[in-house]
């Protein structure tokens, strides 16, 4: 059978009772699914695996981790029964060293809450294999469009590349917000609205150094490993790429939940 193409997705987790409220994100995510053809695998990348190298998930059966504590009873009753995939998990090896970056492997990490929320609201049944793959903190914005990159062609090959993290994602001022009755500070919208905005215009350049061209960056991010995932799944669109961002919000005061789709212009490669 033909593999269909598939698209790259940037898609948020917020925070771990998303799961228990998805609202108008949540029916976002389980939109989008409906319109994408079935996949052969999903490629998930979440920001809450961190390692040095890219690292590529072979397990076969891939474990629920509740990688949070002090959340409703609830949550750590929820399981994602999602299978791995080693035939798909090499193709991810392969396409990685292709491009020259160092690629390891790691045989029984399981998937985070960046991982199994979306996937749970996304592919409920939990019938399509995954490969999760881990995110490099400190190598920054450009490495992770590399790593993107390299799996661009991998959705020709009918495999679903989702990343997971927010576009806007500072702890201290959730604190803040939460203690202080709930109000959302304007960059939280303003620094989302520019990511958009640049992406729109097809704008890279602007994105990997967004620190300096926006603001309000450092404190949208204070550390990156939350936006790095949009960079993969930028990447992993291909570099002729459309973008389109399906869904618009904030969630728990401070986290921009939008969510984008990235593929390859028509009749342009991967």
Do not use: K
């Not at 999602?82 to 970056?101: F, M, S």
Request: net charge negative; glycine share 8%; aromatic share 8%.
């Amino acid at each position: 059978m033909t593999a269909v193409p598939q698209p790259a997705l940037f898609v948020p987790h917020g925070a771990p009772t998303f799961a228990l409220r998805p609202g108008a994100a949540g029916a976002a995510l389980a939109g989008i699914a409906t319109r994408l053809a079935r996949p052969r695998a999903i490629v998930v990348v979440s920001a809450h695996w961190e390692t040095g190298v890219p690292t590529v998930g072979l397990a076969t059966r891939l474990d629920t981790i509740h990688d949070f504590s002090g959340f409703p009873a609830e949550l750590y009753q929820m399981r994602y029964p999602a299978t791995g995939c080693p035939e798909a998990a090499r193709e991810v090896a392969q396409a990685i060293a292709a491009a020259d970056l160092p690629v390891d492997f790691d045989a029984r990490r399981g998937l985070d809450h960046g991982a199994w929320v979306p996937l749970r609201l996304m592919f409920p049944e939990a019938d399509v294999p995954v490969v999760p793959l881990s995110i490099q903190p400190d190598r920054g914005p450009a490495h992770a469009l590399r790593v993107g990159r390299a799996l661009a062609p991998l959705r020709e090959r009918g495999i679903l590349v989702i990343a997971s993290g927010n576009l806007t994602h500072n702890l201290r001022d959730y604190f803040v917000a939460a203690q202080t009755g709930g109000h959302t500070p304007a960059y939280v919208r303003e620094f989302a609205d520019w990511a958009w905005d640049r992406l729109e215009a097809r704008d890279v350049d602007a994105l990997l150094d967004y620190r300096r061209a926006m603001p309000s960056a450092a404190r949208a991010h204070p550390t990156e490993e939350h936006l790095l995932p949009l960079y993969v799944a930028l990447g992993a669109g291909g570099d002729e790429f459309t973008a389109e961002r399906f869904h618009a919000g904030i969630g728990d005061y401070v986290l921009a939940m939008d969510a984008f789709s990235f593929a390859s212009r028509q009749g342009a490669p991967a």
